[in-house]
């Protein structure tokens, strides 16, 4: 599985933006999905998450209420959106998919990573 991630770019604090990331191989419905994002200087940490199966979805409380995580498995394609962004969203954000049945909040669990999406929030 290869995950291809886009969308990122320049956006101005209180703004917002839409990130996707494309699947080659087996579709999404076969994987449980999420995004992640570092800082520069900081640790990967978790987004936002939805699972394969019940679609479940989780987000870190740092972006509860301003950010959605959808999924359309007839394209093979996850998205982000996000609103109301923060300075402190700034980072590369990856994609990464896991055969488990639920998303998780930890990175080891995922197996395939895009190559991550570049997003600064300017004031």
């Known amino acids: 599985v290869q995950l291809q991630a886009s969308g990122g770019g320049l956006v101005q604090a209180g703004g917002s933006l839409r990130l996707s990331c494309v699947s080659s191989?087996?579709?999404?419905?076969?994987?449980?999905t999420a995004w992640f994002r570092q800082a520069p200087g900081k640790a990967r940490e978790f987004v936002a998450g939805?699972?394969?199966?019940?679609?479940?979805?989780i987000f870190a409380d740092s972006v509860k209420g301003r950010a959605t995580i959808s999924r359309d498995n007839a394209k093979n394609t996850m998205y982000l959106e996000m609103n109301s962004l923060k300075l402190e969203d700034t980072a590369v954000y990856y994609c990464?998919?896991?055969?488990?049945?639920?998303?998780?909040?930890?990175?080891?669990?995922?197996?395939?990573w895009g190559q991550g999406t570049q997003v600064t929030v300017s004031s």
């Open positions: 939805i699972s394969r199966g019940p679609g479940v979805t």
């Open positions: 191989g087996r579709t999404y419905s076969s994987y449980s």
């Open positions: 990464a998919a896991t055969a488990a049945y639920f998303a998780s909040t930890l990175a080891n669990v995922y197996d395939y």
